[in-house]
């Protein structure tokens, strides 16, 4: 679905679901994500449907993933870092609700 | 605990102008950004891009460009520059942000909220498939990684920013299968008395050239576009729509949606501003005066947030918030905020007077406003456009009953996303206007805040009031 204009200049490596990444410093994880073709980011809590970045711009909260052990990070406004590990989330509700 | 004159949320080409000239007359300035560089949402990325990839900046164009300079000054203007910085809450003379998982609390004389638009939700059957994104998504990833769409791609909508993305894109030597423009024909014949001030401002040639450059690229374009909508079960597989008299289905990779922006609420509506629909807009926003006083004494609000103007008027606005908040703290007499402001106020009004014309051709189609039964119109709790019917049918009458009895809008993104529509069909099915329908009540934070973050938070703060 996406590809790149040049390869990353300084890289920063992370892996989805165990699956190592290349992504560039200072880009966002949703970024890194859909560069590497991973657009299944998430299913959601009421029907089991995946879900992908929508908005990029932290507005939709589409991309929510686990990194690093903490549920609900939006991908698209979370920087990549060095060996961070990240898993596709299904959204617990109880979670989603806590501060709705 | 440090008190500055002049808080800023935002540090877009709004907030960038206003805190270079607060700083020019001696104000203490802070800027607030949840992003890690300045620019805002036009000029995203741009100082990197500048020094680290001539040739994107190149192919982003001139306008994009040209938001180096407001972020040079921006630097060199003295202003404390916060990045990474959410603001969730807000008080009148004071405000909390969240940055590296902890809270913070910073005090202000004056807030002046310039935190920009967010794209108008798209509903359609369909779109929340992955392989259906945003404009302004697909631009991010070309902004700020370089990363592109492969494959089929089709970009439907309308709007000044799809045409640029469309011309970016193909600057960048990226492929487009079709642009599906949903501008009803009769749009034209209402946007015909607007053109003259149009004509005047500069967007029309603007958008004239990137129209030309688009068809002389041998992309397919559809006219006046209706019935849209998304198939394909786990991922997006085609575009379908009627027009020119068929069914027309364009199998695809990448479905690319926009049309227009609106402000981004969540701010001033958590904070209690007065926000009037505004019907040439389409668009609720916050009730301002000329210098962007809100309801809310000590807060101000301009920009894209305030009520789309676009990036230049947003400058404009910026600098004459910036001469209010120093006439009000005595920096400046009334008088010399009159006469430093003559030139941004007469070239704001003609910026807006040019955006009348934009306005009327692109409205969102009627279609958007009530879209079909079956359309998730609620993305996070998954509410359709149907059940929010019933539910008004059967007793609720106001987004918040609807809100509480649907759990439409009670998701992360906190009605972002279905706000405007939920509006929309109530006022319809209740045969009121927009005006009389109101929003959902919105109440901090405006994002969910982690525990560990408040509980990090060096001050004593009352748990129950932030994370209910
Ligand atoms: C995704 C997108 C892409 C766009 N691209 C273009 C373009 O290429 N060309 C064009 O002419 N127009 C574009 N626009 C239109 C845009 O609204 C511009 O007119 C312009 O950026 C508006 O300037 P502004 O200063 O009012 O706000 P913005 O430039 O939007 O700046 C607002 C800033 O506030 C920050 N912010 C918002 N809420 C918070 C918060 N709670 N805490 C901390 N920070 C916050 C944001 O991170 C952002 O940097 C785009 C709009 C969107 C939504
Ligand atoms: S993609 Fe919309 S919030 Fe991240």
């Not at chain 2, 020119?244 to 199998?251: A, C, I, K, Q, T």
């Not at chain 2, 505004?278 to 000590?298: A, H, I, L």
């Amino acid at each position: 679905m996406f590809r790149r204009l040049s390869d990353p200049e300084k890289k920063v490596r992370m892996t989805f679901e165990g699956q190592d990444i290349t992504a560039q410093e200072g880009e966002s994880v949703a970024a890194a994500l859909l560069a590497a073709g991973i657009t299944h980011l998430r299913q959601t809590p009421v029907s089991g449907h995946p879900r992908a970045p929508y908005c990029m711009m932290g507005a939709c909260f589409d991309c929510l993933v686990n990194i690093d052990g903490v549920s609900n990070l939006q991908a698209c406004v979370t920087p990549v870092r060095e060996g961070m590990s990240v898993h596709s989330q299904v959204a617990e509700k109880d979670l989603l609700h806590e501060d709705g | 605990m440090k008190t500055v004159d002049l808080a800023i949320v935002g540090a877009g080409p709004a907030g960038m102008v206003a805190a270079s000239e607060a700083r020019g007359h001696g104000l203490s300035v802070a800027v607030l950004d949840e992003q890690e560089a300045p620019g805002g949402q036009i000029y995203r990325a741009v100082e990197a891009v500048a020094a680290q990839a001539p040739e994107r900046l190149a192919l982003l164009g001139e306008d994009y460009a040209h938001g180096r300079r407001l972020a040079e000054n921006f630097r060199v203007s003295g202003a404390e520059h916060i990045d990474r910085a959410l603001v969730w809450q807000l008080e009148p003379n004071g405000l909390w942000y969240l940055r590296d998982e902890v809270c913070h609390e910073l005090k202000a004389n004056r807030i002046l909220l310039a935190s920009g638009a967010i794209e108008r939700p798209v509903p359609i059957p369909g779109w929340t498939r992955p392989g259906v994104m945003t404009a302004g998504g697909v631009q991010i990833l070309l902004k700020s990684s370089g990363v592109v769409p492969d494959g089929r791609v089709v970009l439907a909508g309308n709007g000044p920013l799809l045409y640029l993305l469309a011309a970016q894109l193909l600057a960048a030597g990226c492929r487009i299968g079709a642009l599906v423009e949903t501008v009803p024909y009769a749009r034209y014949l209402e946007a015909v008395p607007h053109l003259p001030a149009a004509l005047g401002s500069g967007y029309l040639s603007k958008g004239v050239r990137l129209l030309r450059h688009l068809r002389s690229s041998g992309t397919r374009i559809y006219r006046n576009a209706r019935d849209l909508r998304v198939e394909g079960e786990q991922h997006a597989e085609a575009l379908c729509f009627h027009a020119g008299g068929h069914e027309v289905r364009l199998d695809s990779d990448l479905i690319v949606l926009h049309e227009g922006v609106i402000p981004n609420q969540q701010l001033t509506r958590a904070l209690g501003c007065v926000h009037r629909w505004d019907d040439g807009q389409k668009c609720f926003r916050p009730e301002t005066d000329e210098w962007g006083n809100t309801s809310v004494e000590d807060v101000l609000t301009v920009g894209d947030g305030a009520g789309i103007g676009g990036a230049l008027a947003a400058e404009h606005a910026g600098r004459l918030a910036a001469l209010e908040v120093a006439r009000s703290l005595g920096y400046l007499q009334t008088r010399e905020r009159d006469r430093l402001s003559t030139s941004s106020r007469r070239q704001l009004n003609k910026l807006l007077q040019g955006r009348r014309f934009l306005e009327v051709l692109y409205a969102p189609p009627e279609e958007r406003q009530s879209p079909p039964d079956e359309t998730l119109v609620c993305r996070c709790e998954e509410v359709t456009a149907g059940q929010v019917r019933t539910a008004v049918r059967t007793g609720c009458t106001g987004p918040n009953q609807v809100k509480a009895f649907t759990r439409c809008g009670m998701g992360p993104c906190q009605g972002r996303m279905c706000g405007n529509t939920v509006s929309a069909i109530v006022a319809e099915t209740q045969g009121i206007t927009m005006e009389e329908c109101g929003y959902y009540r919105i109440r901090p934070p405006i994002k969910p805040i982690p525990l560990a973050a408040l509980a990090a938070a060096e001050v004593d703060c009352e748990l129950d009031d932030v994370a209910q």
